[in-house]
């Protein structure tokens, strides 16, 4: 392999990176991938590359809410891409305990710091389409209405 520079490492992590849903929603009936189906596609790429990714998890309260922000950061011997992505708790949700709603909003985080780091496209995901009996689907993420924070303030 020839000597890459950290843009072209990142690059061709993305292109040949390959995170097959390994999952399927039993209520729904649909395939998905999770943090952990991203993880292990990675880890070759890692390996072949000679890079680290670190992921972490962050609590932050806005609003009286709590999130998990998640970061992914992609390194060789310097930092070459962090990406993060939060994730909101729910207050309550039934038959899980506080530890396991805190976990399951990391691993929703973590899962699109991932996406975000290796430019994963979550169009076609059920995340991205799927209703669960709502009567409209998302046909895309352009259908998606997202509002950027005018500071880095209002995030906090």
Same mark, same amino acid.
Do not use: W
């Given at each position: 392999?020839?000597?890459?520079?950290?843009?072209?490492?990142?690059?061709? *992590?993305?292109?040949?990176?390959?995170?097959?849903?390994?999952?399927?929603?039993?209520?729904?009936?649909?395939?998905?991938?999770?943090?952990?189906? +991203?993880?292990?596609?990675?880890k070759p790429l890692l390996q072949k590359y000679k890079c680290d990714l670190t992921l972490s998890?962050? +609590?932050?309260?806005?609003?009286?809410?709590?999130?998990?922000?998640?970061?992914?950061?992609?390194?060789?011997?310097?930092?070459?891409?962090?990406?993060?992505?939060?994730?909101?708790?729910?207050?309550?949700?039934?038959?899980?305990?506080?530890?396991? +709603?805190?976990?399951?909003?990391?691993?929703?985080?973590?899962?699109?710091?991932?996406n975000g780091l290796f430019c994963i496209d979550d169009t076609k995901d059920a995340d991205a389409?799927?209703?669960?009996?709502?009567?409209?689907? +998302?046909?895309?993420?352009?259908? *998606?209405?997202?509002?950027?924070?005018?500071?880095?303030?209002?995030?906090?």
């Amino acid at each position: 392999m020839t000597t890459e520079t950290q843009p072209q490492k990142l690059m061709s *992590i993305q292109t040949e990176l390959k995170a097959p849903k390994g999952q399927t929603n039993k209520f729904g009936g649909y395939s998905y991938r999770s943090a952990e189906d +991203i993880l292990e596609a990675v880890k070759p790429l890692l390996q072949k590359y000679k890079c680290d990714l670190t992921l972490s998890d962050d +609590i932050v309260a806005v609003g009286g809410r709590v999130y998990v922000k998640a970061t992914a950061m992609l390194c060789d011997t310097d930092v070459i891409a962090e990406v993060s992505a939060f994730a909101r708790e729910a207050e309550t949700k039934k038959g899980m305990d506080d530890a396991q +709603i805190t976990g399951s909003a990391s691993s929703y985080a973590r899962k699109y710091a991932l996406n975000g780091l290796f430019c994963i496209d979550d169009t076609k995901d059920a995340d991205a389409t799927n209703t669960h009996g709502k009567s409209e689907k +998302i046909k895309s993420y352009k259908d *998606i209405q997202m509002t950027k924070p005018k500071t880095k303030e209002d995030l906090f």
